[in-house]
Each structure stands twice: as C-alpha cells, then as structure tokens.
C-alpha cells in the first residue's frame, strides 16, 4: 500500500524493490522500481519522471519552473509502447484520515489521450501522442479521474471567462453535480469521494438525454477551484470526483443571488420520461419573465398529478403559494407563476400517476425564472385557498363535467362580469363559491354575485363582481347520492373593472334544474318603477310576484312567465314565488331587494 507516513516526512521513505515488498509500503518511486523489478523476466520497461496532478498538485499552478514530482512506467508489448502507473493503480490515499483504499486498474495500459490528462513526461516522446502537447495545454486541461472515463464521459467544451461552463456527454443516464470553492490545492489522493455539501448558487447545472452543461457564476474576483461529481443515474452509491478545473474571475458578473437547488440540475430531469413529461414549453436554463407572470406546460404520456415549489431568497413560503396556480389535464400540465420580486426564482415541479395516491411525487424539473422588469403587486397575487386543479381538466373530465366556455384556469373581465358555461351529462348535484382574500366594500354576500342556470344537461354560471381584484371561483359537485360535495376546479378571476357589478338575486332551493330567469337579470331593483319579470319555470301552475301587493304573472306561447311589477316605495324585498302541483301553497324561488333612497349602495 501506499507509504503514508513516509510520504509525510514522518519515517523514512522505502525505494528498493527489496525493502518495499519486506514493508509492504512504498511511494511511486517504490512503485516504479518494483514494476522495473518485476518486468526483468523478458518485459522491455523504461522508468518514467514527470508531473502528476496528484498529491502536492494545486490546480490551475504553473509548473513551469517546478521540478517533476513523480514517477511512473512505460512498457513495450507486441512492439508497442504502453503507460502505466502502478502507483495510481494500486489505490488511493484518504489523506483526511491517512488510510490507503480502493484498487483502481484504470491506470494499467492506459490510452496516453486519457493518461496526459493526468501526467506530463520530462522527456516528450513518453507522452505516446501522435500530436504532443506542450506544458502550458497540460497545465490548463481539465483534470479527469479514472471515474470521468470508466463512467463513458466526454469532455464538450471547457470554457473561462469571468463566467465559467463546462459540458460532459455520456452514453448512459447519468446524475451530477458539483463544488465550487476558493482556489484550493486539489489532491488527486487526498480528494473525498463524495460530495456532502454543495452551494448550487454560484451557478447553473442542467441535465439533457445525452450532456450535461454546468455553467459557473463566481460571486467574487479571483480563483475559484471547481469539482463535478457523477453517479450512473440508477445507482445508489454516492456521487464520486469525475473531474476539476479552475476558473479565474477577474470581473465577477454582477445579479441577484441564485435560489439554492436542492435537486441538483435545472431544466427537465434525466428521469422526466419515465415520470410521464415528455417535454416542456420551456428549454433555456434561463427563463427571462415578462409582466410579472410565467406560463409552464409540461405534456404528458399518461394522466399525471402535479405539485409546484416556488422560491425566492427574498419571498415567504406563504407569499410563494399565493404565487402558483396548477391545471392538469390528462395529456397537459400547466402552471402559472406569479413573481412579486425581482430577481432569479427555482420553480420545481413534482409527478405523480394520477391514480397511484400511495405513490409519493417525484421531482421532474426544476427551472430558473429572472424577473427583472414589472412585478406583479400583492394583490394581484392568487387567492390563498386555491386548490391543486384549477380550470377544466382530468378531474372534471371523469365526474362527466365537459364543454367549457373557459378553458383555461385564469379568466380576466375587463366588465366586472362574466358566464362560465359547461355540460353535466351526469346530472351531478353542483354548488359553486365565490370568494376574495381581501375585505370588499359590497353590501351584499359575495353567494349574490353567482347566479347559476340548469336548462338539459348545460350549466351557465353568471359572475358580476363587486369590486377590482382576484377572486376564486370555486365548482363542487356531489358525486353520490348523499355524499358530501367534492371540488372539482378552482377559476381565478381577475376583475379589472373599477365599477362595483350589480348583485344577482338571492335564489332558494325551488329555484332548479329546467328554470330560467329572462328579466330582470339584476337582485337590486329602483324604487317605485315598474320592472318586466320574465320567467321560465316547468311544471308550474302559477307564477306571482309578492310586494305590497300580489302580481299574477301570465304565461305566453313560449312557455315563459311574463309581467310588469311596480316595485313599490318602501319595500325592502319583492319575492319571485310559484305554485306547484295542485297545491295552493307557494313557494319563493328567489328574492330581489329595493334600493332605498337613504341608502347607497
């Protein structure tokens, strides 16, 4: 094994073949001399001196004037030259706990394109190249251990310049991430192998199917030391050193700080594919937001639920909620982003299959949004109590609720007022909430600015809106007999219509399936006027409206309740009320109130 203790000065270095198998120990020039030993049974071996990027070596050093610090063998075999470094190849040493591990036969008979990575020969022609490289080219590429090339890795493209990237192909799905430190010494034998702790802040990692960029961001002047560590995507063992670089920033590039990533790489993830995504609307590492607000669609192989993060240095975990809202349908997933902040966001996305509820969500991407110009003001922001499908999707789809006007989960009226109309070919027993997070300065409930009409199996929901602002739109539906009501779809409405909407009647339980009111289309009627009523209502034999005095309302050839109804002067209600059946009792269908002179509304 390696001779630690002589390598730190601490007992005397072994160098002959004899002492060295007596010990047990040696250091490379022990090695060397013992590969020396071993090839004089007919095998042409040469001893080699040069630099290694091993234990001493501070990367990114000139070694110009440094005298070569290593030893290691070249051999002649078919009448070819091969390079091999016993001491390397026997293992490497823990330097944090001075113990000596893990056999690595990478070094033995190693291709000199991958073995000058590592070793620069004094003497040129050891370097075996068709091509030779100069000390300088050595000095500056990027180091690889024996994991960079056993794990099939490429080197795409090294870059410095203030910023710093570097891109690795591989063959086979493959997890990374990296460590960017203070210009360090980096010691090939004194290197962990796994990585503890990271600060994906100073930059940007992304995994595509074949390469993975890794685009660095110093967050000062100077030299920062850079490892990259990888893991076969399948693997359980921990991410391993693959390879290092060092990065010079003269001119740090000056932006706002880069939310942590705690799942390691932005973009679509390795593993998107086999979650259900198969692509995204967004490709950049880098998503540029305009006006405040961010669209992502995800399409999907299969019906799948979907979960959102999102995080900002600056931003509450309860502000961040009110900043999402999630649609699903079976074949698309859609989130909408709300960014009340400057600076870089991470939106992660989280899948599940949407009819495994016992199977935990994965992290399938993870994107990095920067706000730099309009920000969206807090209440603008979405209603807190949204729930995880918003507008039509997979789950109203199945309860048989299909054919929406608005298909989409944000809807903006710039009148105050808006229907919402889609099919119930279930004939399901629906209720629908209107609600605002801030206080409204209506007199009335927020239920009366909902109005909701059954005629067949089509439902039109009627919306005014009291005041500017985001409410939720809340649709329920009770899909067995008895059983309590299920949300179906949660809309955002967004008014931006500075005139208070005039609120709807307030409708009782007789007002159902088949009933449509025609006039007056408002609850609030002027005092001492005469109001058209017109009505449909099936099965009815008599149709009156209750003030200070009766009103019969008469029925034409279309079906419909007809007449005019003085609406009195001090009245506080008129009752809209019929007759079913034989029976003479009367039941209220809905009340409409006065507008009293003392009183504005």
Known sequence: EYDVSGFLGRSEKLSSPEEVIAAGRGVCCSYSNLCMEMCEVGIECQEVPGHSKGIGYRQGQSLKHVKSD??????????????????????????EHESFVKFDDFYFLTDPEEFIDSHFP?????????????????????????????????????????????????????????????????????????????????????????????????????????????????????????CSFTVECPTPRA??????????????????????????????????????????????????????????????????????????????????????????????????????????????????????????????LFPPNLGSACGPGTRTSEAGLSKFSHTTAVV????????????????LELHTVLSKEENISAAFPLSRYLF????????????????????RLGLYARITPGGDFNPMCDFILRNICDQ???????????????????????GLLEPASWVRFRVRVPGTQRVSVVGETRTELKLNKSRIWEGDVFSGNALQVLKLAVSLGDSSDMAVLMTF?????????
Request: proline content about 6%; some cysteine; glycine content about 6%.
């Open 500 to 522: 208070p909407g005039i609120p709807f009647p307030c409708v009782y339980s007789a007002w159902s399936k088949g009933c449509v009111l025609f006039e007056p289309r408002v």
């Open 122 to 242: 004094d003497e040129e022609k050891w370097q075996l190249l068709d091509t030779p490289i100069s000390l300088e080219e050595f000095e500056r590429r990027v180091f690889k251990t024996s994991a960079f090339f056993s794990m099939g890795l490429r080197l795409i493209r090294p870059h410095h310049n203030g910023e710093a990237s570097v891109s690795l192909g591989f063959s086979k799905p493959t997890t990374f991430t990296y460590e960017i430190t203070q210009h360090q010494d980096l010691l090939h034998c004194g290197a962990s192998e796994q990585k503890e702790s990271i600060n994906s802040s100073f930059g940007i990692l992304t995994v595509s199917h074949r390469s993975m960029k890794l685009q660095l961001l110093p967050p000062a002047s100077g030299m920062y030391d850079v490892k990259v560590f990888a893991r076969p995507e399948a693997a359980a063992t921990p991410l391993v050193w693959v």
């Open 412 to 427: 903006i009226t710039q009148q105050g007022k808006c229907n919402i109309t889609f099919h119930n070919h279930r004939d």
């Open 593 to 601: 109130d006065i507008k009293q002179q003392d009183k504005e509304v």
């Open 255 to 380: 932006m706002e700080e880069i939310p942590e990533n705690p799942f390691l790489s932005w973009g679509l993830q390795p593993v998107a594919g086999s979650l259900g995504v198969t692509s995204g609307s967004q490709s950049s590492e880098v998503a540029e937001v305009d006006e405040g607000v961010f669209d992502l669609v995800l399409k999907t192989s299969r019906p799948l639920m979907m979960l959102c993060e999102l995080v900002h240095p600056e931003m509450d975990a309860a502000i961040a909620k009110r900043c999402l809202a999630t649609q699903i349908k079976p074949d698309t997933l859609t989130c909408h982003v709300l960014c009340p902040l400057h600076g870089f966001y991470r939106l992660s996305v989280f899948v599940r299959d949407y009819e495994k509820t016992e199977v935990k969500f994965q992290n399938t991407a993870n994107f990095l949004l920067h706000c730099r110009g309009k920000v969206v003001s807090p209440h603008e």
């Open 452 to 471: 909701c009409t059954y005629t067949d199996t089509k439902v039109t929901v009627s919306i005014s809106l009291p005041d500017t602002g985001v409410y």
């Open 70 to 95: 290593h030893l290691w063998n070249a051999v002649l075999l078919g009448g070819q030259w091969f390079l091999l470094d016993a001491c390397w190849g026997a293992g490497r040493v823990d330097m």
